[in-house]
């Protein structure tokens, strides 16, 4: 079927702006990825169009379907998948207008349909009330009245909703707006044909007055009542984006840059890469960048989700939409626009709340193949009605088969999880927990091994120079760093930074290298001053065919046993010396470890660290174990090993030598002080890169995964109570018979249900 609704919106929308850089798309993502460059409503379920939101290019407004991402527009409109209303994506000012206005103009047809409504619903049921209204108008000219007044709210205030159902009609994808365009558009029409050739109707359907029981209230009831639904829905649905509304409101329209000496208030799409940007107390940092004068201490809990501010310096890293609480300073502008963290946040939000989690597949098929049963089911309950119920058996037939079409909706169904999916990844975001795709929230919950990195994940990633020894007279400790410190400088690497650094605090400057040669897993080669030079670990060392001097073997395994990573230093043909570094412990990872062993994860540490530094760490941490000298295809093998003994993996890692392995994993986490490759290969990310948020990606993904678990049992209960009941069940026993119009008002409180639930995640 899905194939079909994907032919069908092509062919049936030839006028809709395709694209895959596209900006809108349904929230029901019924065409996958696809994203459409105009708003309007989705062409497989008709629901609005929703827009993505991003922290730039806040010029051109585009809409999308809150359930069908894939359905992109330039203008609002609905979905032509669903008939949801479309969302902006970018939620700039004048998007809250356009807001605004959608939800005015949505009120002002619910209060005309409204006004309309209520006159006819009382000439069609005063008599049931014990008023006669026949001692002033007769029954034909009652039904004329009830014509006109009705009228109004089915070409005026809810045409969009059989234009809807027939667009599901057309493009082979039924939904909810084709059972209640069936319904109501029956009621109304029979209810016209009452009117004009009452002859034509048998004496079951007349009055004593041989006119035909007409249906104009039930119409327009529940057409009034589905716009109802649809306002509270407009309404709920604006506070799942208040989480990305919120970071978009860390964004400060203006900034105070210094140029050619003078001050200049710009605004923030006028910042230039390396501007330099003076920072007040109290004021938000427009964007990413590099103190170059002065401190101050940064609240940064609206990224990291940490509360304690940071203090900040020369040669410190800031974030934009971080706030200065207390100090001024200058900071260079290293990232604009686009690039900045909080930019990739937004983004990334985005993304994932367009993404399907695997769960919402079984309610995707469960709609598919629900409409076109339900249909049945009216007919079914329409031709039992007609042949074995009481006298007027065809009036109870009629309103049976309408009760079951309206009550039958399946648009709770479709709600259930992307709504919880939107909210509970920008509740993340607000965390300092980024999720890139909606699998790994359900993935998560599901995770029984933690698979994790040693340096940058478990430790700080800013290693300290320890000690640098020579093992021959050939070679002073100072020329051998001074080599070493010209090699590591080309290299990105933690501990390379350590070696540089502890080379400038001693005053050696680097020297040019020619022939550099990364060798991953073992070390780094090049030539300096016609001297070949290589830094690396034992299988550096094998690779050269040379050994370590016996007598200088127990001095490196106690400064391995110490937790120091000990790197083998050759010039020419020799081991000319040895440096050891340290790597400090993160102060969060202890109690993260400890946190996630208590909730019956084992930890395992895979580290291309050698052994001894390795069992340091492990011990010191009291993890399930641990693996060392790896290359990133042994840890990308170790992930697939543990997965193949039934595991459900998770990886955590910071480096490039982490991405196979946090691509394979079931749950790829990266941290979000390491490198793009890691993070690209990651589906999550921790912004502050530290185990804890670990810790907090789990309960988000339980309570997410609860969430949806809430939202689909109440639509599918709702659904399987509700259409026997609508059916006629209960009549044989009780004497009860579900109103049409009672139908339509538990059908839009049903979708209510499932938003305000979802907004529970808050």
């Known amino acids: 079927m899905e194939h079909n609704h994907k032919q069908g919106a092509e062919q049936s929308n030839p006028d809709k702006s395709l694209s895959s850089n596209g900006q809108y798309y349904c929230p029901m993502l019924c065409e996958g990825d696809k994203k459409y460059n105009k708003p309007g409503d989705c062409p497989v379920c008709g629901m609005d169009l929703v827009k993505e939101q991003k922290a730039s290019d806040k010029i051109a407004t585009e809409y999308t379907c809150p359930m069908h991402p894939e359905i992109i527009r330039d203008e609002p409109g609905s979905c032509p998948i669903c008939g949801m209303d479309l969302e902006p994506v970018d939620v700039t000012k004048e998007d809250q207008e356009d807001e605004k206005e959608a939800l005015k103009k949505l009120s002002r047809k619910f209060w005309i349909a409204t006004i309309f409504t209520i006159p006819v619903l009382f000439l069609s049921m005063a008599q049931y009330v014990g008023i006669d209204i026949s001692l002033f108008i007769d029954e034909k000219t009652n039904g004329w009245i009830q014509f006109i007044l009705s009228t109004p709210v089915v070409f005026y205030s809810c045409w969009e909703f059989f234009k809807r159902g027939y667009r599901s009609i057309i493009n082979k994808a039924p939904n909810m707006w084709t059972l209640i365009s069936i319904g109501t558009g029956a009621a109304y029409i029979f209810s016209i044909i009452g009117l004009l050739f009452p002859e034509l109707f048998p004496a079951q359907f007349k009055t004593d007055e041989g006119t035909v029981h007409l249906y104009f209230e039930v119409a327009t009831v529940i057409l009034t009542l589905v716009l109802l639904g649809q306002l509270m829905e407009l309404r709920a649905r604006g506070q799942t984006n208040s989480a990305i509304r919120e970071l978009l409101n860390l964004v400060p329209p203006e900034a105070t840059v210094i140029r050619d000496g003078q001050e200049q208030v710009i605004p923030l799409e006028e910042v230039l890469m390396e501007d330099i940007i003076k920072i007040k107390p109290g004021e938000k940092i427009p964007v990413d960048g590099e103190i170059t004068s002065g401190k101050s201490s940064i609240d940064e809990s609206m990224i990291t989700g940490e509360p304690m501010p940071v203090e900040k310096a020369e040669g410190d890293f800031v974030i934009g939409g971080t706030i200065n609480e207390t100090g001024t300073f200058k900071m260079k502008a290293l990232k604009v626009g686009s690039d900045t963290l909080l930019s990739q946040i937004i983004d990334m939000v985005n993304k994932a709340s367009r993404t399907k989690a695997p769960i919402q597949n079984m309610a995707d098929k469960v709609s598919g193949y629900f409409v076109p049963i339900v249909i049945v089911i009216a007919i079914i309950s329409f031709t039992i009605w007609a042949v074995w119920g009481p006298e007027p058996s065809l009036v109870y037939a009629f309103t049976s088969a309408v009760t079951v079409l309206i009550i039958a909706c399946p648009c709770a169904l479709g709600l259930a999880t992307p709504m919880s999916i939107m909210v509970g990844t920008g509740k993340g975001a607000k965390q300092g927990v980024l999720v890139k795709d909606a699998r790994a929230i359900e993935e998560m919950h599901k995770i029984d091994t933690l698979v994790i990195d040693k340096t940058g994940t478990i430790t700080e990633g800013k290693p300290v120079l320890q000690q640098v020894k020579s093992i021959n007279n050939t070679y002073s400790e100072d020329e051998i760093l001074a080599l070493v410190a010209s090699l590591e400088n080309n290299s990105e690497h933690p501990l390379a930074h350590a070696i540089v650094k502890g080379a400038e605090a001693k005053g050696i400057k680097p020297e040019p290298v020619d022939d550099f040669e990364s060798i991953t897993g073992k070390g780094i080669m090049g030539r300096i001053n016609n001297k070949k030079v290589a830094i690396g670990n034992v299988k550096l060392l094998e690779q050269f065919s040379l050994k370590l001097k016996p007598k200088f073997v127990d001095n490196v395994k106690k400064r391995q046993m110490e937790g120091q990573t000990v790197m083998f230093v050759i010039i020419g043909n020799e081991v000319a010396g040895f440096i050891s570094v340290a790597d400090p412990i993160k102060e969060s990872s202890a109690t993260a470890i400890r946190n996630l062993q208590d909730q019956g994860l084992e930890v395992i540490m895979l580290t291309g660290d050698n052994k001894n530094t390795a069992k340091a760490v492990a011990d010191k941490l009291g993890l399930d174990g641990f693996e060392a000298d790896l290359l990133p295809e042994n840890k990308y093998e170790k992930v697939k090993e543990l997965q193949q003994q039934g595991k459900k993996v998770a990886m955590a890692g910071d480096g490039i030598n982490d991405a196979p392995a946090l691509a394979q994993a079931d749950v790829g986490i ?56 609508a059916a006629g069940v209960l009549f044989p026993f009780f004497g009860l018979l579900l109103s049409p119009m009672l139908a339509a008002a538990a059908m839009s409180l049903s979708s209510v249900s499932v938003i305000v639930n979802s907004l529970r995640l808050r």
Request: aromatic share 8%; charged share 20%.
């Open 670 to 725: 990266a941290m979000g002080t390491g490198t793009d490759v890691a993070i690209e290969s990651a589906s999550l990310t921790l912004v502050k890169g530290e185990l804890d948020g670990i810790v907090r990606a789990r309960k988000l993904s339980t309570d997410v995964m609860r969430n949806i678990k809430q939202n689909l049992f109440f639509a599918f209960i709702y659904n399987t109570l509700g259409v026997p009941i």
